[in-house]
């Protein structure tokens, strides 16, 4: 399988229409040359670009989802499309992410669970997700998770007993913990014994430097690819079969005891 992490440039000046539009460009630049693209977290604002949330914020299937699902559709791929600022009617601001498939068509929204900020921004402007999710594609199940997600190894865990290989995390990481970025991405792969695909933004938000270096781990904790901290495409060969024979080889997740509901004897 190939994966394209598009590790997307936000900043100031230009508009969430403008970079819209430029984004579906580079989505379909991958026609033919990836079968899962994925992009990174609030792409459309920043995700330190707090007071944009509320204006900028759009139901499910709004701008962003339409042109996203036609970009899918003119690349033919997978497209996990990070994630918006989503609009409830009935309820709070999500940051809700988006997959497609290769018709189009919708395969997966994922509500991030952990939200970011402690006692401001994300953490008090938006609603938390209740659910995890998966998305099955030809030849490996995705497990979705956002940025701050990836600090709770147990979300993982749940993903994986949920049957996920390929865990993908969108985030809009700040370059002052970059260090953590690539040593969290590279322990939830070890620790779940699946690939990781980490893709991030670049740029600045609301004056906050982006870590860019979106990143593919392997099960075993291999760097496979890494990008450096501008706008660049990040493409690279995988075999999701590897999951299987890691988990065969080294199968430390049948030795699981806490957290399973009938413990192992």
């Given at each position: 399988m190939?994966?394209?992490?598009?590790?997307?440039?936000?900043?100031?000046?230009?508009?969430?229409e403008?970079?819209?539009?430029?984004?579906?460009?580079?989505?379909?630049?991958?026609?033919?040359?990836?079968?899962?693209?994925?992009?990174?977290?609030?792409?459309?604002?920043?995700?330190?670009a707090?007071?944009?949330?509320?204006s900028?914020?759009?139901?499910?299937?709004?701008?962003?989802?339409?042109?996203?699902?036609?970009a899918?559709?003119?690349?033919?791929?997978?497209?996990?499309?990070?994630?918006?600022?989503?609009?409830?009617?009935?309820?709070?601001?999500?940051?809700?992410?988006?997959?497609?498939?290769?018709?189009?068509?919708?395969?997966?929204?994922?509500?991030?669970?952990?939200?970011f900020?402690?006692?401001k921004?994300?953490?008090?402007?938006?609603?938390?997700?209740?659910?995890?999710?998966?998305?099955?594609?030809?030849?490996?199940?995705?497990?979705?998770?956002?940025?701050?997600?990836?600090?709770?190894?147990?979300?993982?865990?749940?993903?994986?007993?949920?049957g996920?290989?390929?865990?993908?995390?969108?985030?809009?990481?700040?370059?002052?913990?970059?260090?953590?970025?690539?040593?969290?991405?590279?322990?939830?792969?070890?620790?779940?014994?699946?690939?990781?695909?980490?893709c991030?933004?670049?740029g600045?938000?609301?004056?906050?430097?982006?870590?860019?270096?979106?990143?593919?781990?392997?099960?075993?904790?291999?760097?496979?690819?890494?990008?450096?901290?501008?706008?660049?495409?990040?493409?690279?060969?995988?075999?999701?079969?590897?999951?299987?024979?890691?988990?065969?080889?080294?199968?430390?997740?049948?030795?699981?005891?806490?957290?399973?509901?009938?413990?192992?004897?």
């Amino acid at each position: 399988m190939r994966a394209s992490l598009i590790q997307i440039a936000v900043e100031e000046g230009e508009s969430v229409e403008s970079r819209r539009g430029r984004v579906a460009s580079l989505v379909r630049e991958q026609a033919g040359a990836a079968d899962l693209v994925v992009l990174p977290e609030l792409w459309t604002t920043g995700a330190f670009a707090y007071e944009e949330f509320g204006s900028e914020a759009e139901p499910l299937e709004g701008p962003t989802y339409e042109a996203m699902s036609k970009a899918a559709s003119d690349a033919g791929v997978w497209l996990h499309a990070g994630s918006i600022p989503e609009r409830d009617p009935d309820g709070p601001l999500y940051n809700t992410s988006l997959v497609f498939s290769p018709s189009g068509e919708p395969a997966a929204a994922y509500r991030k669970i952990h939200r970011f900020g402690f006692d401001k921004g994300e953490a008090v402007l938006m609603g938390a997700g209740r659910d995890l999710v998966t998305v099955r594609l030809p030849g490996t199940t995705l497990g979705l998770a956002t940025c701050y997600d990836l600090r709770f190894p147990e979300l993982f865990r749940g993903l994986v007993d949920a049957g996920a290989e390929t865990l993908v995390v969108p985030a809009g990481w700040p370059e002052r913990r970059r260090a953590h970025w690539t040593l969290l991405a590279q322990a939830r792969a070890v620790e779940n014994q699946a690939f990781v695909l980490a893709c991030g933004t670049a740029g600045t938000h609301a004056g906050v430097p982006q870590a860019g270096h979106s990143i593919v781990v392997d099960p075993w904790g291999e760097v496979l690819a890494e990008a450096g901290p501008g706008e660049q495409v990040l493409t690279v060969d995988f075999d999701p079969a590897k999951v299987a024979t890691t988990r065969e080889q080294f199968p430390a997740l049948k030795d699981r005891v806490l957290g399973l509901t009938t413990p192992r004897r």
